[in-house]
């Protein structure tokens, strides 16, 4: 069955941190997509990343960047020199092979709380 | 661009009412779903749609019908609202299931008393 889980229920950092959001999945497909999304505390849902299953390459944004590695079944995410607004709750989330759907399995998600 | 629209944006309910959330989008994608969100248990799929009249049952589908005559709207009917139907619930979109970001709207918190 797939599954992902977020260990980490919350994380509470001082400004200008680095802090790492920890992402475990479970699958037996071959090909998959792994998402990040972000949850502020206004409530919407923000897409932040995908990755499919043969793209190992680490990718930076800016602060944020993204560590996949499938010999781990993991797909963390780290934010450097952490800010205020990046408090919110962060969701990594698995995408089926779209023979069973392309549906969307969502860990429980990390709140992230940084503080001035 | 309105993106993803869901109305209403709150709700309250008793017991055994009946209602709809309306879900629209605008960019005229394939893919739509409906995710209820609870404290400590991230989204769970409800129903999704590969496309305008294919419908089909996600991880928590009990108590709730949906239905696709456009590609546009993807409304979900409560048919005998329960107070365990309390809940947020997201529609999202993609332009398929291949694989792509969904969008999402911006939620309709329900209270079921």
């Known amino acids: 069955a797939q599954k992902v889980t977020q260990a980490q229920t919350e994380i509470s950092v001082v400004e200008k941190e680095d802090v790492t959001l920890d992402c475990v999945y479970e699958?037996?497909?071959?090909?998959?997509?792994l998402f990040w999304y972000k949850q502020p505390p206004s409530g919407e849902l923000v897409f932040l990343i995908r990755?499919?299953?043969?793209?190992?390459q680490n990718e930076i944004s800016g602060r944020y960047s993204w560590n996949f590695q499938k010999s781990t079944s993991s797909f963390n995410f780290t934010i450097t020199a952490s800010q205020v607004v990046d408090s919110a709750v962060y969701f990594c989330?698995?995408?089926?092979?779209?023979?069973?759907?392309?549906?969307?399995?969502f860990g429980q998600g990390t709140e992230l709380s940084v503080k001035p | 661009n309105a993106g993803v629209t869901q109305t209403p944006k709150f709700q309250v309910l008793k017991t055994g009412q009946s209602m709809t959330l309306q879900c629209a989008q605008d960019?005229?994608?394939?893919?739509m779903s409906w995710y209820r969100q609870d404290p400590g248990m991230g989204l769970r799929l409800i129903h999704y749609?590969?496309?305008?009249?294919?419908?089909d049952q996600g991880e928590v589908p009990n108590g709730y019908n949906v239905s696709r005559s456009t590609t546009e709207d993807f409304p979900l009917r409560l048919l005998s609202a329960a107070p365990s139907q309390t809940s947020v619930y997201f529609c999202?979109?993609?332009?398929?299931?291949?694989?792509?970001?969904?969008?999402f709207g911006d939620g309709t918190r329900l209270s079921i008393l």
């Open positions: 960019m005229n994608h394939e893919y």
């Open positions: 699958t037996r497909d071959t090909t998959y997509y």
């Open positions: 999202a979109s993609s332009y398929s299931f291949r694989g792509q970001p969904q969008h």
């Open positions: 989330a698995l995408s089926l092979p779209y023979n069973q759907g392309g549906k969307l399995i």
């Open positions: 749609s590969v496309g305008a009249g294919i419908t």
């Open positions: 990755r499919n299953s043969f793209d190992e």
